[in-house]
C-alpha cells in the first residue's frame, strides 16, 4: 500500500516514465521531421543528421556531398567581356558540377563578389558562352534586353537554360552575384544583389 495519496506503486513508476520517454521521443521527431520540410531550416537539419549519422558509423551518401556545398568566389577583372567570361564559365561548372548533388532543392554554387564592374548584360554572357563553345552544355536561346523585352538568340543552342534576374538586368551595382542551378528544371539563374 502506498504511504501518499500520489506515491505510484513502481509497476506504476515505470509506466509513467515510459510514457514520458514517448512522448519525448515523439515530440522531437515531430521537430526533426518539421526542420527537413521547412526549407531554411533544412540544410541544417541535415547537417546534424549527417553529424549524428557519422558517429554511429552510417552515414547516408547524401552526407557526403561537400562538393555540393556553394562557394564564395571574387573577380579580380573589371572588364565587361571578362566578366561575363567568368560568369559563363561558372555558370557551365554550376551545371556539370553540382546537377546530381541536389536532393530536390536549388543549389547555389557560386557567390562572385564583384567590385567596380562595367556593365554586363545576359547578351555579354551568351556571346562568351559562344566564343567559348558552351551552348551545346548550356543552351541560351532567350535573352532578356537591358530594358526588359525577351529577344531570341539564335547561335546558341536550341533551349532556354539560362536564366537572367539582375535589377534593371544589367550587372553593374550589383556587389553580388548568385549562380544557382535549379534542380526542377536543370537551369541555371544567376541573380544579381546589391
Not at 509497476?11 to 521521443?25: D, E, V
Not at 533544412?42 to 547524401?62: H, I, M, N, T, W
Not at 558552351?134 to 537591358?146: E, Y
Not at 535589377?167 to 526542377?184: A, C, F, G, P, T
Request: hydrophobic content about 35%; aromatic content about 8%.
Amino acid at each position: 500500500m502506498p504511504k501518499h495519496r500520489f506515491d505510484l506503486g513502481s509497476g506504476q513508476r515505470g509506466l509513467a516514465l515510459t510514457t514520458i520517454a514517448i512522448y519525448i521521443i515523439a515530440f522531437f521527431s515531430l521537430t526533426v521531421i518539421l526542420l527537413f520540410i521547412n526549407n531554411p531550416l533544412r540544410q541544417g537539419a541535415e547537417g546534424l543528421y549527417c553529424s549524428v549519422q557519422s558517429q554511429f558509423g552510417d552515414k547516408p551518401a547524401f552526407c557526403d556531398s561537400s562538393s555540393c556545398q556553394g562557394e564564395e568566389v571574387e573577380l579580380e577583372v573589371t572588364n565587361k567581356e571578362e566578366v561575363a567570361m567568368e560568369i559563363a564559365a561558372h555558370s557551365i561548372a554550376c551545371l556539370k558540377g553540382k546537377s546530381g548533388c541536389s536532393r530536390g532543392e536549388n543549389i547555389v554554387c557560386y557567390s562572385i563578389k564583384l567590385d567596380d564592374v562595367e556593365a554586363v548584360t545576359e547578351r555579354n554572357v551568351t556571346d562568351a558562352l559562344k566564343q567559348g563553345g558552351g551552348c551545346p552544355v548550356l543552351p541560351n536561346n532567350k535573352i532578356v534586353l537591358p530594358d526588359g523585352s525577351r529577344s531570341s538568340y539564335s547561335n546558341c543552342g536550341r533551349e532556354d537554360k539560362l536564366k537572367w534576374r539582375v535589377s534593371d538586368n544589367i550587372i553593374k551595382e550589383q556587389s553580388r552575384i548568385l549562380i544557382e542551378y535549379n534542380y526542377q528544371n536543370h537551369t541555371i539563374l544567376v541573380e544579381g544583389y546589391q
